[in-house]
């Protein structure tokens, strides 16, 4: 009787402990799948906005104009083309297309639908995402990574532009991915995952050339696990091969096609130049300081700091490599060129820090559920922070209609904005007037205006009565010789 007595006990004991586990992973499921639903709803709102949002605007109307014109001018993803300066064909050496390329698939599928060209980064941010969660919980298990993955959906950084017609959010999927898959190979050193790593970097650095600085990390570990025998291994020669060589052929490709120089060799002539003397310059620290505390929010700020505090060097070494090298993209790169979303990359690991933190709260249910409402309150925060990024300009909205109403798809029009997105929007190809770019092109409105019209211009389009670089000599001239069309305040003129 007391055997069985043992026995059953026993067996009862391994079932509890058994159904334990299993009680232990299913909330562990649920928690991950209400996270990343999370992450993927607040990126619903303003997803049918047009490119014209106050948050560069520029940039997301001549990413939509480049999908649009693959359906129209000749879907081939090496030929990407904007809608001016000057009559189509009007290619132009950017990034490898993919988020464009896939935009347009879905356009050509289903229509032509703001929603459809916003769902696309969002998906490769929620790809992103999934590789972010693998890594912190790699190294830091859950919650950590759940809170990481929610630290690095609400910043508001990535708020806005995650979910922008853009390539950022395709850049953070493959570049997060090869760091995630590297780790991997330098943990079991099999083949097949360094390869796939030397895909995403490839793919990375053909969305965003910054992302070159994750090498830099690589080396780094390469430096630890093998001092310089690394240089001894022809896998990793294969790595740089697989991860450069495509990259360097497109640039060349591009750059033989492009027939719009105004983008062409960009970092080559305005970046690297100046990016030695960022290092130097105090501004420099003190612009790029401002900026990743605006990008990951002032509320994660604490976090992120106690995460890097909380250091320990034999585990947490990895990370801060990482760390290292996009601080010195932000300095060399992000700092020099002065657009917000080159400031992008450094949300990723400041995310992992500040989920870092937060994982040290403990495991039990009512922490993660305190730290959880804490969390949303701080979205909601951040959010507001990012309120004016997705209001539409309704001027320009409003001119393109007009520019649509007394022009035909295939008219040239000149517009009087240094952005292109009155062209973009109108769907008609141009230039911009008075930029005083093009060598060939004359200065002074009617000099200007008899080449454009030769060239084949038909209508001139201010915005509001607006010309770029106008001292009022340019509106004159155009007042007093070509007819106008439509009302006081949204209006084009007929050149011929």
């Keep these: 009787m007391k055997k069985s007595s043992f026995n059953r006990s026993n067996r009862e004991g391994k079932f509890s402990d058994r159904d334990g586990a299993m009680n232990s992973k299913r909330w562990s499921l649920i928690v ?62 950017l990034e490898f297309q993919i988020t464009t390329f896939l935009i347009a698939l879905l356009y050509k599928a289903f229509g032509y639908k703001y929603y459809l060209a916003r769902l696309v980064p969002i998906a490769f941010f929620m790809g992103s995402s999934i590789y972010l969660y693998l890594i912190v919980k790699r190294y830091y298990g859950n919650p950590a990574a759940w809170y990481a993955v929610i630290a690095y959906a609400i910043m508001p950084m990535n708020i806005f532009y ?4 853009m390539p950022e959010s395709a850049a953070l999927f493959f570049f997060i991915g090869a760091f995630y898959y590297f780790i991997k190979w330098y943990d079991n050193e099999k083949l097949s995952t360094l390869f796939i790593s030397a895909l995403f970097t490839c793919l990375s650095i ?12 690589m080396i780094f570990l390469l430096i630890k696990k093998y001092r310089f025998r690394f240089l ?74 106690a995460g890097l505090i909380d250091v320990k060097w034999d585990h947490d070494y990895p990370i801060l490599f990482w760390a290292a090298a996009m601080l010195l993209e932000a300095m060399a790169i992000a700092a020099v060129i002065k657009l917000r979303y080159y400031f992008i990359f450094i949300t990723p690991i400041a995310a992992i820090w500040a989920g870092k933190s937060l994982g040290k709260l403990g495991n039990s249910k009512k922490c993660i559920f305190s730290v959880f409402i804490g969390l949303s309150i701080l979205t909601i925060w951040n959010f507001i922070d990012c309120k ?91 007042d007093e010789n070509f007819e106008k069309l439509g009302d006081k305040d949204y209006f084009i003129y007929k050149l011929r």
């Design 162 to 165: 995650t979910r922008a017609i």
């Design 32 to 93: 991950t799948i209400l996270v990343f639903l999370f992450v993927f709803a607040i990126r619903i709102p303003h997803i049918n906005n047009s490119p014209c949002e106050q948050g560069d605007f520029w940039r997301q109307s001549d990413t939509e104009s480049i999908a649009r014109n693959f359906i129209e001018d000749g879907f081939n993803i090496f030929y990407p083309q904007f809608n001016y300066d000057g009559e189509k064909p009007n290619y132009v050496q």
């Design 232 to 305: 001894l291994k022809w896998e990793l020669w294969i790595f740089a091969l697989i991860s450069l060589l495509p990259n360097i052929i497109y640039i060349q490709w591009s750059r033989s096609i492009a027939e719009f120089d105004f983008v062409t060799n960009i970092g080559l002539f305005h970046i690297i130049p100046k990016s030695l003397k960022a290092f130097s310059n105090i501004e420099s620290y003190i612009f790029a300081g401002g900026e990743i505390v605006a990008a990951v929010s002032s509320g994660l700020i604490v976090l992120i700091i």
């Design 388 to 478: 004016s990024f997705f209001e539409e300009k309704d001027n320009i909205l409003k001119q393109a209609e007009v520019i649509r109403m007394y022009t035909k798809e295939d008219d040239l029009v000149v517009i009087g904005t240094l952005e292109p997105t009155l062209l973009n929007q109108s769907r008609r190809s141009g230039w911009r007037a008075n930029i005083k770019y093009y060598k060939e092109i004359p200065i002074g409105a009617e000099k200007e205006l008899n080449y454009l019209i030769e060239k084949g211009a038909k209508y001139f389009s201010p915005l509001g009565g607006y010309i770029y670089g106008d001292d009022g000599s340019y509106r004159k001239y155009l």
């Design 206 to 217: 053909s969305q965003k050339t910054p992302t070159i600085f994750i090498g830099l990390a």
